[in-house]
């Protein structure tokens, strides 16, 4: 193996990028009270116990601020810096009509607000349940959870309150092997026992493995399709019988919607629960450190157990009310209704053709760029995303060695059953200059030597961090730095 790219193409984007690094000798950009700050007197009806004399404020003309802003944006990288192709993690752009709508004075009720002064507001999210539940082939969707995790929690909730009201004690909850870790963590949470269902040698649900791993424990199969490697579960209509016959429910990790957008619906392959990723498959933030949603759907049969407040039609309007068995308040109100007008807004915008467009390009994508890359790639052809294997390289490696060439690498290591993964999902987004892009910093670094992969990033305004030590003993705030 050569340490040094053979692509031309690669090279004249590697003379071309370097993140911006700003620095103030040896410190990054420095913290707005560094640049300049004043003390200011603190006059409060608080008690002295919990209150401060002075307070130290930074003091900064405009500019100063906005460049600030500015220089931290430009020492990052994010889905405005080029594509981000995270497998299952699905960083995708959205567009920004989304925002502005989002942006309006108008939008921000209060949730408190009596339900005959918000019409509107309801009105959306009304047409909003609607438009999901015709997407899922659902009888009724809530939109109180915030994110897809605690979509799963919720769908797991409902599934145990169904079973209960029921009189009917069941404890396990079945998840294969490949699935995200929230399934795991969700029925962990809710207080079940998890059993793991090992993968087929073709990367999909092996029929004989399920036979022995359900029985009358089973409350619940997670299942996502297609699955994390971007695998259609042909089987799902036998699974779907296998799981209902033992009394089970069959949950749906909503997480790769987008490669069945228009095309195919969950409640029509058997599930009776789902969650829907918004930021995945319609257009919002992604959840993960801000306000997202994960809106759960049900068939008719669980919609009794649905979070309260829960959202219909009444004399000519709409109202919030608590559906009959209902298993509580998942989030505060009805949901995080900014965030939820944007996927509402996308739906609309789209339309149920644009919709199909969406994931005939979510498909499309991710089979060419599987088709353009030097890396193995096994199993295919795919759905929404697809898993290469980094071979002898270190797939982390790998991923840091991508950042110097501009484009954000892959999710990695995940699923194992891939070694040395590389799970990459390019998205509907995406054109083919940039697929092509993305394709060229995969093959750069698949012919470096391991020498440069260890070093990298060097183009990057961090170099490599102590990912352990972050994640485990994390210096979050500026005191701790000033104490150091
Ligand atoms: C397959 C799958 N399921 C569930 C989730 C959890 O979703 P969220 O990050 O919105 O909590 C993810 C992550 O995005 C995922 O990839």
Redesign the pocket.
Same mark, same amino acid.
């Given at each position: 193996m050569s340490d040094e790219a053979d692509s031309d193409g690669i090279e004249g984007r590697m003379d071309g990028y370097d993140q911006a690094r700003w620095t103030d000798g040896e410190r990054y950009e420095p913290l707005l009270s560094e640049k300049n700050s004043r003390e200011v007197e603190v006059d409060t009806p608080l008690p002295d116990d919990l209150t401060r004399d002075s307070l130290e404020l930074p003091d900064l003309s405009e500019p100063e601020l906005a460049r600030h802003y500015t220089r931290l944006s430009q020492m990052n990288y994010g889905i405005e810096s080029g594509p981000f192709p995270l497998?299952?993690?699905?960083m995708k752009y959205n567009p920004k009509f989304t925002e502005d709508l989002a942006a309006l004075p108008d939008g921000a009720v209060h949730p408190d607000r009596d339900g005959e002064t918000i019409q509107g507001t309801l009105g959306v999210y009304a047409q909003l349940q609607d438009h999901l539940a015709r997407i899922g082939g659902m009888d009724s969707v809530t939109l109180q959870p915030p994110? /897809?995790?605690? /979509?799963?929690l919720a769908g797991v909730l409902i599934a145990q309150a169904y079973h209960e009201h029921n009189g009917d004690e069941r404890t396990e909850i079945v998840i294969p092997d490949s699935?995200?870790g929230? @399934?795991f963590a969700s029925a962990a949470m809710a207080g079940f026992d998890v059993v793991q269902l090992p993968s087929g040698e073709d990367g999909r649900v092996d029929l004989d493995a399920l036979e022995a791993a359900i029985g009358e424990e089973t409350a619940l199969l997670m299942l996502?399709n297609p699955n994390?490697l971007g695998l259609f579960e042909r089987d799902i209509v036998e699974i779907a019988e296998m799981v209902h016959d033992v009394g089970g429910l069959l949950y749906y990790?909503?997480? @790769?919607l987008n490669a069945l957008l228009g095309r195919a619906r969950p409640g029509d392959m058997g599930f009776d629960i789902m969650?829907y990723?918004v930021?995945?498959t319609f257009a919002t933030p992604?959840? /993960?450190g801000g306000p997202?949603a /994960?809106p759960v759907g049900v068939n008719e049969e669980l919609t009794p157990f649905l979070p309260t407040p829960h959202v219909r039609e009444s004399d000519g309007g709409y109202e919030r009310y608590e559906p009959e068995h209902s298993i509580g308040k998942v989030h505060g109100f009805c949901g995080n209704w900014l965030v939820l007008l944007k996927a509402a807004a996308y739906i609309a915008r789209l339309g149920d053709e644009g919709l199909v467009d969406a994931s005939a390009k979510a498909v499309l994508n991710a089979n060419y760029l599987a088709e353009q890359i030097e890396y193995e790639v096994p199993f295919g052809p795919f759905h929404h995303e697809f898993v290469a294997s980094a071979g002898d390289q270190d797939a982390a490696d790998v991923a840091k060695r991508m950042l110097d060439y501009g484009v954000h690498p892959p999710t990695t290591k995940w699923p194992e059953i891939v070694g040395e993964a590389l799970m990459t999902e390019p998205t509907e987004v995406e054109n083919r200059r940039t697929l092509d892009q993305l394709a060229d910093a995969f093959n750069a670094v698949a012919s470096e030597g391991a020498e440069t992969l260890a070093s990298a990033p060097q183009r990057t305004a961090s170099r490599r961090i102590d990912q352990v030590s972050a994640a485990r003993n994390p210096r979050l705030s500026w005191q701790a730095l000033e104490d150091e």
């Open positions: 497998g299952s993690c699905t994110a /897809g995790a605690a /979509g799963e699935a995200h929230t @399934n996502t994390t990790d909503g997480a @790769n969650h990723n930021h995945k992604h959840g /993960g997202g /994960g």
